[in-house]
Structure formats: C-alpha cells, structure tokens
C-alpha cells in the first residue's frame, strides 16, 4: 500500500526517531545501507500498526482513518519484518505488541542519542576466549552494562588475554609466566594510550584473583575508571540497585604484635582461619574483611564496591599501624572479580606493606602463594 498521503514532515520524524533502523524487536536492521554490498539506497517501509484500511491488517472502522497519518502508528521496518507482520503473521502482531516494540526501540534510541561526549570510555577486557561465542567478555555485552551512563569510545575494546600456557595454575611457574604476560600486554597496549586519547577506562575482568590483582595494581588508583561485576541473577554486567542497607564486618583475631598477617576476604565465600593456619602457621594474626551473606552475587551494586574500596582500604592502613612496616602480610581472597580489581587499584605501592597472594586449588589441596604484590613491580 502506498504511502504518499503521509507528510514528508512526519515520515522524516519517524526516520530519527527510529535512526533509520528497522523497529522489529531484535532486528536492529540498518535501512539505508546493504549490509553486503555497502551500497546506501532507501530500503526501509513505512508501517501501520493499525491499518490504513478497515479491512487491512489490525484494521479498526474508526481508528484506520484517524490514525493513518499519525506518527504513533507508524513503525519503520525491513522487508522481512513489514512482510511478516502484514501478511504472513497478523494474528501473532497484534496492536499492543507492536506499539510496546516501537515504544521500546524509539526509547532505546533517545537513551543512546542522550549520551554526552565526554562519557565515552574504552571498553578493557581481562581474560579467556575474548570476543568467542559464548563468552560473556563481548562488546554487547559491555555495551548493556555502560549504557546509559558510558559508552564505548571504540568499536575495538582493548583486549588483554590469558595466555596459553602449558602449565596448570598450581604450579608456581604459571604464575610468573600469566603476570610477566599481563604486565607486557598492559605496557604495550594501555599506558602509552592513557597518556594521550584514553580518557576513562571500563574494565570487565574474568582470570584467577590474583591476576585481576595484579591487573587493578597496573590500572592503579589515579586512572578514571568504572569496574564491573559479572552477575547470576541477573545475568550480565549490568549494576543493579543497592539495597537501602549494607555494610562490610570486620574483625582481628590473634596476637596484636605479630608480624605474620593475614587478610582474610571472606565476600564471595568463607574462609575458615584454620585454612589460612594451614597455609602460614598458627602464630599470625588474621584480620577478616566478610560480607553480610557471603556468595557469587552478593555484589550488586556500584555503591557496594565503593563501600569495599573503603574499608579495604582502611584495614591496610590499620594493619601497617598496628604491625609495622616489618610485617610480612599474606592474602587470602574469596572475592567478586571487581573486588579482586580494586584490591589492586586500592593497594598503594609507596604506603602498603607488600601483598603475598595466595591462590585456593584444589590440586593443592589448599591455599597456595600465586603472587606477589610489591613495590618492585610498580
């Protein structure tokens, strides 16, 4: 049916509201360019959800004339899509479905469209697989989290993979090899940019706690960055909404001069204190970072992470007062990968004690020493 009734005016608002993309739900189809061939030409249709007609699809006696200019019935679709909803599948678009589509695309647009210059921020990934199917380290991925608060600056995120060592991660070799390897790709492909177009960082880290340790201690404390926490329920990386309260506990049990100190990070799990005794001895002291209800998704939101920069934060400086700058302290996390991140990024190479990171593996049987966090590497 043509549609040469309709005001130039109105078809052109229809265009920029749908961003001359096809409305369909999942479609997203670029109408004005062939996705092949790269050609630009007009192949988009413009759509009544209420038909023009009476007898048309979803038409109505009284609507279908005094709708059949108005914007708010007209969607911009592919051909597919125009076909499959006026002719092959009438019965299964119904009015209200297409309008919550059009409703849902136009809003989507207007979010993105919103987004001011100076939120743009490049999208940092950590980890295995980078990109496959399956993986939840993607660009759409990230993209669902950011927005509408960030961007991506780039279609290419800066990827920094796991490399592909033939050591198992409970030999000690691994660890030097996967660090030495984090800390090269880091060197070539982060800090000569952060000097010059990065200006804000998005990192989404998925690798062993101790090397998304070793990664928020490169990242630092004094690069604009947002870390996210991959979730369960709800899948993704998106932050949720806090609850209205939430707070950290926090403890110390043992000999208040001993030079033997552990931190115990019981947030995604808990952590006994006789496996710590098992893997530094019983004269220690351990101090005990936990969450409320320790488990996978326990971190919901932004502020729950900023609250764990927080108090870790405060608990390296208690220990170093109450230890001495002598004190050999040992790590011993159970922790979201966002919080691993900001272990590192919190930890200040000129102010902290060194940070032995032990790893749990279960070909160990036990905690490990995978790490160490000093000033050295810095």
């Known amino acids: 049916m043509s549609v040469s009734y309709i005001p130039e005016w109105t078809k052109l608002c229809l265009w920029g509201r749908a961003a001359g993309r096809c409305q369909y739900e999942g479609c997203n189809e670029v109408l004005h360019r062939d996705k092949v061939t790269k050609a630009e030409f007009n192949q988009a249709y413009v759509a009544h959800i209420i038909a023009d007609k009476p007898a048309g699809p979803r038409g109505d006696s009284v609507l279908s004339e005094k709708l059949k200019k108005d914007l708010s019935n007209l969607m911009l679709l592919c051909d597919v899509h125009h076909r499959l909803v006026d002719k092959i599948d009438v019965d299964g678009h119904p009015v209200a479905r297409l309008q919550q589509m059009k409703s849902d695309h136009e809003r989507r647009i207007e979010t993105v469209t919103n987004i001011d210059t100076d939120r743009q921020s490049h999208v940092l990934f950590y980890g295995a697989r980078i990109g496959e199917h399956g993986t939840p380290l993607t660009l759409a991925n990230a993209k669902l989290a950011m927005i509408p608060t960030r961007y991506p600056a780039s279609h290419e995120p800066i990827s920094l993979g796991l490399k592909d060592s033939t050591f198992g991660d409970h030999e000690p070799e691994y660890w030097s090899i996967e660090s030495r390897h984090l800390r090269r790709q880091f060197a070539s492909r982060v800090t000569p940019r952060l000097n010059e177009d990065i200006q804000h960082l998005s990192v989404f880290g998925l690798a062993p706690m101790p090397l998304l340790i070793e990664l928020g201690r490169l990242i630092s404390d004094i690069h604009a960055v947002d870390v996210y926490q991959l979730h369960r329920e709800p899948a993704g990386w998106a932050w949720q909404d806090p609850p209205t309260d939430f707070?950290?506990?926090?403890?110390?049990?043992?000999?208040?001069?001993?030079?033997?100190?552990?931190?115990?990070?019981?947030?995604?799990?808990?952590?006994?204190?006789?496996?710590?005794?098992?893997?530094?001895?019983?004269?220690?002291?351990?101090?005990?970072?936990?969450?409320?209800?320790?488990?996978?998704?326990?971190?919901?939101?932004?502020?729950?992470?900023?609250?764990?920069?927080?108090?870790?934060?405060?608990?390296?400086?208690?220990?170093?007062?109450?230890?001495?700058?002598?004190?050999?302290?040992?790590?011993?996390?159970?922790?979201?990968?966002?919080?691993?991140?900001?272990?590192?990024?919190?930890?200040?190479?000129?102010?902290?004690?060194?940070?032995?990171?032990?790893?749990?593996?279960?070909?160990?049987?036990?905690?490990?020493?995978?790490?160490?966090?000093?000033?050295?590497?810095?």
């Open 247 to 378: 707070q950290f506990n926090q403890s110390c049990i043992g000999p208040t001069d001993a030079k033997d100190v552990a931190l115990n990070l019981s947030l995604s799990a808990s952590v006994a204190n006789d496996r710590i005794h098992n893997a530094i001895g019983n004269d220690c002291c351990i101090w005990t970072i936990s969450a409320p209800q320790p488990g996978n998704d326990f971190l919901q939101s932004n502020l729950h992470l900023q609250r764990f920069r927080e108090v870790m934060r405060k608990t390296l400086d208690a220990i170093k007062l109450q230890h001495g700058e002598d004190a050999r302290l040992s790590l011993f996390p159970a922790v979201p990968v966002s919080a691993a991140i900001e272990i590192g990024r919190v930890w200040m190479p000129k102010a902290d004690l060194p940070l032995s990171v032990y790893d749990q593996n279960r070909a160990t049987g036990g905690f490990s020493p995978a790490l160490t966090i000093s000033q050295q590497h810095s």
